[in-house]
């Protein structure tokens, strides 16, 4: 199997607080993989760290065998690490097929100097970009919402634009902040088939999350994530089971 | 006639500044009001090579540009790098440094100001010319901020302004986009700056502090922050209207604060008549390239 994400010893704290105590973790490509744990065990700082957002005190990071420790976040996204963020992050001033337009992994469109002096090649670059972002709406069913700005949406719907934007990125490993907080029916639906669509196409997907069904129906294995330690990994009913971390996750 | 080239002048090259500002604090939403040090720049770069070295002004001018462009990329690499914020403080402090070396330098003219710049001159009917080129080059400004605006690096730039953390991790480079937007406003204020000092042949610092500062982002503001032609309407407007009293022929004791009033008091009417600028831009980036694909998909 391929190697996926590898994160090795990775160290983080802010003043008192450890949000990643020495967190090792391999998503193996074609693997979903939910983090679990309460709110403030740092499954979102472990997201910010991975994909560069927060430096990390300590560790390394790897994707498919490169690495990606002392790149900054555009580098890690331009080599196959996407994200998807607990608060959505739309961009609120464009419509929801824009959205996917700014999302493509190499975007010549972001160059002055290539629109100045290659118009023809930004042109046909955003011809092909745009098929492949109709293809994409049209998976996730916001085809019909295409031309509409991502402000006058229902929630279920930027959620799913999030995930949309994700995948307009083409991704070899994806990372998902609670893609079901406060997404039901249809759009639930779409978002699971989705994963389960990535990961067999050889996509190394980690999804936190605190639906409990949707993590056991969809996740290969789970993690269990405590004050910035991965305490324990494990079939999704195993850590279920255990008293010990349901007691962490529900508090005393 | 002379008086009406001065006004079209003033008019044009407040069309290059204010739409240029827009383009930088508008849709780059980058906090910076100091657009005048830039103008500043180009001006001294473009009379000083022409006063002292004997640059011809066609090739001055450029120069000027140039020189803007490379000190706001100066101004913009390290302070971006620290944050966001920290550029209004930077380039606040540059623009007071600047001018305030160039007060104290006799190579600039001082806070005199530098006189004898070369130019066109009147008597050759040179002035014409002149006058027709830079309204040209407001044009042309005008239609390449337009191009620029609505094209996919319009689109990148609206998206980096609503969230240059979600921006970054699509694998863009939203350092590079705001230095580039900054540095191309910077620049094309530059090249006003020029055409400024070579019609008027005259500089002082004063022209290019806050309260200039003050006066584009008023422009810009009342005209309709993130649109083409807001901008452009603010300075014609602004710039024409307080001028427009001069034919009046009233003493200069009375003109020039009858002038500041008029200013002030068309800002006043036009925040309270329309709030959100003359034309205001529209909330949703509509590229032309979308327009396009929406027509050929509607039935
Ligand atoms: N930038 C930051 N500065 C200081 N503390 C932070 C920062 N980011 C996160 N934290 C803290 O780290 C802990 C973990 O937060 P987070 O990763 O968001 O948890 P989770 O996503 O698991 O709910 C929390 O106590 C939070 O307050
Ligand atoms: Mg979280």
């Given at each position: ?93 464009l419509t929801v097929l824009d959205?996917l337009l700014v ?6 469109g ?5 629109l100045?002096?290659?118009a023809g090649?930004v042109r046909r670059a955003e011809r092909a970009d745009r098929e492949r972002a109709t293809?994409?709406l ?5 085809a019909?919402?295409a031309h509409m ?104 | ?145 337009r191009w620029i605006t609505g094209s996919s690096y319009g689109r990148?730039?609206s ?123 529209g909330?949703v980036w509509r590229g032309r390239a979308v327009r396009e694909v929406r027509d050929v998909a509607r039935p």
């Amino acid at each position: 199997m391929s190697p996926g994400l590898e994160v090795r010893m990775l160290c983080k704290r802010f003043g008192g607080i450890v949000v990643a105590d020495s967190i090792n973790l391999q998503i193996p490509a074609g693997r979903v993989v939910g983090l679990i744990g309460p709110n403030g065990a740092g499954k979102t700082s472990f997201f910010n760290l991975v994909s560069g957002i927060v430096r990390p005190d300590a560790g390394s990071v790897t994707l498919g065998g490169v690495d990606l420790t002392g790149l900054k976040t555009h580098q890690r996204a331009r080599r196959g690490l996407s994200r998807t963020w607990q608060n959505l992050r739309l961009f609120s001033s464009l419509t929801v097929l824009d959205n996917l337009l700014v999302a493509p992994r190499l975007y010549l469109g972001e160059s002055l100097t290539a629109l100045l002096f290659g118009a023809g090649r930004v042109r046909r670059a955003e011809r092909a970009d745009r098929e492949r972002a109709t293809a994409i709406l049209e998976r996730t069913g916001l085809a019909d919402i295409a031309h509409m700005s991502v402000g006058s949406v229902t929630f279920g719907q930027q959620k799913l634009i999030g995930v949309a934007r994700a995948l307009m990125n083409d991704p070899c490993c994806l990372l998902l902040d609670e893609p079901m907080a406060g997404v039901e029916g249809q759009a639930y639906q779409t978002i699971q088939r989705v994963v389960r669509d990535l990961a067999e196409s050889g996509i190394a997907v980690c999804v936190v999350e605190h639906n409990v069904a949707f993590i056991r129906d969809l996740c290969d294995e789970g993690v269990f994530m405590f004050a910035g330690r991965v305490l324990a990994r494990g079939s999704v009913a195993e850590l279920i089971a255990d008293p010990r971390l349901t007691e962490l996750y529900f508090g005393t | 006639m002379e008086y009406v080239y001065a006004l079209i002048m003033l008019m044009a090259l407040y069309v290059i500044l204010a739409t240029s500002f827009d383009f930088v604090i508008g849709y780059g939403g980058l906090i910076s009001i100091a657009h005048p040090v830039f103008y500043a720049i180009g001006a001294y770069t473009s009379a000083l090579l022409a006063l002292d070295f004997g640059l011809p002004i066609p090739l001055a001018i450029p120069a000027g540009a140039v020189v803007a462009l490379l000190a706001s990329v100066a101004v913009a690499l390290p302070s971006l790098r620290i944050s966001g914020d920290y550029l209004l403080i930077a380039s606040i402090g540059f623009q007071l440094g600047l001018l305030e070396a160039i007060k104290n330098m006799a190579w600039t003219g001082g806070s005199g100001g530098l006189t004898n710049i070369p130019g066109v001159s009147a008597q050759s009917g040179g002035h014409g010319p002149y006058v027709v080129v830079t309204v040209l080059l407001a044009i042309g400004t005008v239609l390449l901020l337009r191009w620029i605006t609505g094209s996919s690096y319009g689109r990148a730039i609206s998206a980096l302004r609503d969230d240059d953390m979600a921006f970054s991790a699509l694998g863009r480079n939203g350092m590079m986009m705001k230095v580039g937007i900054f540095a191309l406003g910077s620049g094309l204020a530059g090249l006003a700056g020029g055409l400024y000092a070579h019609y008027f042949r005259f500089l002082a610092p004063g022209q290019f502090g806050i309260m200039q500062s003050a006066a584009l982002l008023t422009m810009v503001v009342v005209g309709g922050m993130r649109s083409i032609w807001g901008p452009v309407l603010g300075a014609v407007v602004l710039e024409a209207l307080p001028q427009a009293i001069t034919f009046l022929n009233l003493p200069p004791s009375l003109l020039g604060p009858l002038q500041g009033i008029l200013f002030t008091g068309l800002v006043l009417v036009f925040m309270f008549a329309r709030p959100q600028g003359l034309i205001g831009g529209g909330d949703v980036w509509r590229g032309r390239a979308v327009r396009e694909v929406r027509d050929v998909a509607r039935p």
